[in-house]
């Protein structure tokens, strides 16, 4: 079946955002080029680095917003996660909150892609 199974986030220095990427997901990306890095969010899904100042066709600067979300998190990965991000000075966009769909956090990488952490309340869902 087409599914989607990879996310390419343009960057300003593939190396710095490598770092950070290798230090909140305390893993190593799964392959790393001289302008572009991956790594594997699941079995099914990556999340690739590639500079944007090497890519053809060169990216729109602005089309819009969106976020990496991890939503298979509990109420305590939230938290954790919050606490180990803020102490390592990632930039945090939202605190810890509920929200409507669940208990949340939204913080930001070095090019200010946004990553939502979520303990998703599924009680309403039928």
């Known amino acids: 079946m087409f599914r989607a199974n990879s996310l390419i986030l343009y960057v300003d220095d593939v190396?710095?955002?490598?770092?950070?990427?290798?230090?909140?997901?305390k893993a190593d990306p799964v392959a790393t080029y001289q302008d572009f890095s991956v790594f594997a969010l699941s079995d099914n899904f990556v999340v690739g680095l590639q500079s944007r100042h090497a890519i053809d066709p060169k990216p729109q600067?602005?089309?819009?917003g969106f976020e990496l979300s991890f939503s298979n998190a509990t109420k305590e990965d939230v938290d954790r996660l919050h606490a180990d991000w803020t102490a390592k000075g990632v930039e945090m966009v939202l605190?810890?909150?509920?929200?409507?769909?669940?208990?949340t956090f939204v913080a930001a990488d070095p090019d200010g892609h946004r990553l939502r952490v979520c303990a998703t309340d599924t009680t309403n869902v039928s």
Do not use: M, N, Q, W
Request: proline letters at 8%; a neutral charge.
């Open 15 to 25: 190396d710095r955002s490598t770092a950070f990427y290798r230090d909140i997901l």
């Open 95 to 103: 605190k810890p909150t509920t929200l409507d769909f669940g208990y």
């Open 61 to 64: 600067p602005s089309v819009g």
